[in-house]
């Protein structure tokens, strides 16, 4: 046996494991994971470092780090979701205290520019009953180019499931999938 050969078997020996049980990372082995192809190593490249080592492997190139959506981004994020004219009939802001539009939400922060019918939108606590007229976003992240933002709008029985795409330095709404409870 070649020398690279070697070094191959030994950090796929490393990788995975002595005997089942669970794969690196803790996620249980499985016939999906077996049927991968497996990694190797020359002898000139140093083996990867295992999960028992203290450090794992780092993410492959095409996977993008989930992050919190914040400042400018998340304003006109924001800003793309309530020009939706299909949602804001939805939110029925025609109707006494409605408007301004009224969001929540955990990582939202205390005051936004981003207009909804021709208000300002109001940053509230969460709402403490279902009768209170607010927007509450649930989850906002950004993963790449993309942006999910979640909802929901008690007052309506509502939930919401916005995407964005990032395009010429744009936030742009490609889907608005709105459920009624």
Known sequence: ???????????????????GGAAAGGEPA???????????????????KSAAGGESPA?????????????KDLE?????????????????LKQPGRSPLKVSGEKL???LEVIAASHN?????????KK????????????GTQAK????????GLEGRATLNLKDGRWELSANRVFER
Do not use: N
């Open 1 to 19: 046996m070649s020398a690279g050969r070697i070094s191959g078997v030994l950090a796929l020996l490393l990788l995975c494991g002595c005997g």
């Open 30 to 48: 499985t016939a999906e994971k077996a049927d991968e192809p497996a990694e190797t190593t020359t002898a000139e490249e140093p083996a990867p």
């Open 59 to 71: 993410p492959a190139e095409s996977e993008e780090a989930t992050v919190a959506l914040e400042g």
């Open 76 to 92: 006109a994020a924001m800003q793309a979701l309530l020009s939706d004219q299909e949602l804001l009939d939805k939110l029925h």
């Open 109 to 111: 922060p205390a005051k």
């Open 121 to 129: 939108v109001k940053v509230v606590p969460e709402p403490k009953s």
């Open 132 to 143: 209170e007229a607010v927007l509450v976003f649930t989850k906002v992240e950004r993963t």
């Open 149 to 156: 933002l979640y909802y929901r709008y008690d007052i309506e």
